[in-house]
Structure formats: structure tokens, C-alpha cells
């Protein structure tokens, strides 16, 4: 009982602090309680360490060398303070296979709540570290070098930050959780592959939008004070659907072939 108390509080201190250092707005903060809340709920405190390294690590590298970044700021739809939409887009399926673990302990479900977390610090990695690369990056539909922070773009950086940000996540949960080694290797397939599914749903379905007064191709609804025009894209498929969607799919995926191999 003074356990949970005190990891509750600890939740509340991260919400806290994660505001405090601008990484969450408040509803940002709010999203990430929750989602810490069902994690040690279903997940314990080993999910929630695991959570944390997500947490950590993400907010470490969007805030390093942020003022490298601010240009690219212009082309995403938001900043590196995160919101709720956001919060859950990366974090709500780890909550969901959290909370569904309380109810049946089994183990196809603790390999979700991993395989979604590896997909969105592989993910999150892949965009933060990626956006440092001395080359522009390369969109997947033309081959062509694009603007940094253009969705469905690659670069050699970031896919080895998405590798490694992946690897990551898996052996820590390894180590935590003792699964079967078909687990640890899973869980760092599929949470690369949550990346690769994000950039080819960025590079073919995300809404990309245009500023009519100084014609700059955002992800931004409004753009020099008046609304953009929606050039590309398919309806509700912003960055955060995207975000959510990939790591969906990679778990779903990571599930059906866990199942197969059994
Ligand atoms: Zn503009």
C-alpha cells in the first residue's frame, strides 16, 4: 500500500516536472498520469520503469540541440511541448495492453504494451535525432532529398536513431520482464517496423497543408495568421493518428506472428 502510494506520487512528480521543463503542456501532463496510472495498474512498477525510459529518453532528445531544431518547427504541426493528443498517440496503446493485462494475465498482451512502447521511442528517436542530419533527407515516394521535418522522409541517422531506439526498449524489457528470447527479438522487429509503417503513412497519408500567404508547406492548420490549405492527405490523418496507428499496427502484427509461431 505505501508502495502504490508512493509511485503515485512519483507519476504525479513526472506529470509535474514534465510540464515544469516544458516537455508536456497541461493537458500533456494530464494524458501522462493517466497513461502512467494504467501502466503500473495493469503493468506494475517494472511497466512503468519501462514507460519511463520512453519518457526520459524522448524528452532528452527533443530538447537537445533544440535550438538546431527551431527551424523545423515552421513545418510540424507542433512544437516539442507535448499535448494530450500527442501523449496518447504515443502512450495509449501501451495503457490499453496495460489495462487489459490487469483483467488476463497473458503474455500476448505484455507483448503489445512492449511492442508499442519500442514503436514509439522508435519513432520518437527516429524524428529528434533523425532532424540532426547534416544531409537532407530523402521522401520515399519521389527518392528525392525534402526539407527536414517532412514527413515520409528518411534519413542514414534516422533510421539507425529508430534501430537503436527500438533495441532499447527491447532489452529493457527483456531484463525486466524475463520473457522467451523470441519476445526480445519481437518486440525490437516490431518496434522498428512501428517506425517504418509511420513513415510510409506519413509519406502517403498524412494531411500535409499549405500557407496561402507565404506559400511554406506545413503540418500546420494556421500559418501567418490566417488558415492553411489542405494539399495532401486523406481526413483526421494528422501526425498523432499516424503516431497512434503504427503502433497499433505493430503490435497487432507482433500478436498475430507471436500466435503462429507458438
Ligand atoms: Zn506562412
Same mark, same amino acid.
Given at each position: 500500500?505505501?508502495? /502504490?502510494?508512493?509511485?503515485? /506520487?512519483?507519476?504525479? +512528480?513526472?506529470?509535474? #516536472?514534465?510540464?515544469?521543463?516544458? &516537455?508536456?503542456? #497541461? %493537458?500533456g501532463a494530464a494524458a501522462a498520469f493517466l497513461v502512467g496510472l494504467a501502466v503500473y495498474a495493469g503493468v506494475g512498477a517494472k511497466g512503468l520503469f519501462l514507460l519511463g525510459i520512453f519518457f526520459a529518453t524522448s524528452s532528452f532528445w527533443s530538447n537537445y540541440k533544440s535550438a538546431a531544431k527551431r #527551424?523545423?518547427?515552421?513545418? *510540424?504541426?507542433?512544437?516539442?511541448t507535448r499535448d494530450w493528443r500527442q501523449v496518447?498517440?504515443?502512450?495509449?496503446?501501451?495503457?490499453?495492453? &496495460?489495462?487489459?493485462? *490487469? @483483467?488476463?494475465?497473458? %503474455?500476448?498482451? *505484455? *507483448?503489445?504494451f512492449m511492442v508499442s512502447l519500442a514503436s514509439a521511442n522508435s519513432d520518437t528517436w527516429a524524428s529528434e535525432i533523425g532532424s540532426l542530419s547534416k544531409r537532407a533527407p530523402i521522401y520515399i515516394r519521389t527518392f528525392k532529398r525534402v526539407d527536414k521535418g517532412t514527413s515520409?522522409?528518411? %534519413? +542514414?541517422?534516422? %533510421? #539507425?536513431a529508430a534501430l537503436l531506439g527500438a533495441l532499447t526498449i527491447a532489452v529493457v524489457g527483456f531484463l525486466l520482464f524475463k520473457p522467451t528470447p523470441l519476445v526480445l527479438v519481437l518486440v525490437f522487429i516490431f518496434g522498428y517496423l512501428g517506425n517504418v509503417i509511420d513513415t510510409l503513412f506519413g509519406a502517403f497519408y498524412q494531411q500535409v497543408y499549405a500557407c496561402r500567404q507565404c506559400g511554406i508547406e506545413t503540418e500546420k492548420r494556421f500559418h501567418c495568421g490566417q488558415p492553411t490549405s489542405q494539399i495532401k492527405g486523406i481526413l483526421l490523418m494528422?501526425?498523432?493518428?499516424?503516431? @497512434?496507428? &503504427?503502433? @497499433?499496427?505493430? /503490435? +497487432?502484427?507482433?500478436?498475430?506472428?507471436?500466435?503462429?509461431?507458438?
Amino acid at each position: 500500500m505505501i508502495e /502504490a502510494v508512493l509511485i503515485v /506520487a512519483v507519476i504525479i +512528480m513526472t506529470g509535474i #516536472t514534465g510540464y515544469r521543463v516544458k &516537455s508536456l503542456t #497541461t %493537458s500533456g501532463a494530464a494524458a501522462a498520469f493517466l497513461v502512467g496510472l494504467a501502466v503500473y495498474a495493469g503493468v506494475g512498477a517494472k511497466g512503468l520503469f519501462l514507460l519511463g525510459i520512453f519518457f526520459a529518453t524522448s524528452s532528452f532528445w527533443s530538447n537537445y540541440k533544440s535550438a538546431a531544431k527551431r #527551424t523545423l518547427e515552421e513545418k *510540424l504541426a507542433k512544437g516539442a511541448t507535448r499535448d494530450w493528443r500527442q501523449v496518447f498517440a504515443n502512450g495509449g496503446m501501451a495503457a490499453v495492453f &496495460s489495462i487489459l493485462y *490487469l @483483467f488476463y494475465q497473458d %503474455s500476448i498482451l *505484455l *507483448l503489445g504494451f512492449m511492442v508499442s512502447l519500442a514503436s514509439a521511442n522508435s519513432d520518437t528517436w527516429a524524428s529528434e535525432i533523425g532532424s540532426l542530419s547534416k544531409r537532407a533527407p530523402i521522401y520515399i515516394r519521389t527518392f528525392k532529398r525534402v526539407d527536414k521535418g517532412t514527413s515520409g522522409a528518411v %534519413s +542514414m541517422l534516422g %533510421s #539507425t536513431a529508430a534501430l537503436l531506439g527500438a533495441l532499447t526498449i527491447a532489452v529493457v524489457g527483456f531484463l525486466l520482464f524475463k520473457p522467451t528470447p523470441l519476445v526480445l527479438v519481437l518486440v525490437f522487429i516490431f518496434g522498428y517496423l512501428g517506425n517504418v509503417i509511420d513513415t510510409l503513412f506519413g509519406a502517403f497519408y498524412q494531411q500535409v497543408y499549405a500557407c496561402r500567404q507565404c506559400g511554406i508547406e506545413t503540418e500546420k492548420r494556421f500559418h501567418c495568421g490566417q488558415p492553411t490549405s489542405q494539399i495532401k492527405g486523406i481526413l483526421l490523418m494528422d501526425n498523432d493518428m499516424v503516431n @497512434f496507428l &503504427s503502433g @497499433f499496427l505493430a /503490435a +497487432m502484427l507482433a500478436i498475430a506472428l507471436y500466435l503462429i509461431l507458438l
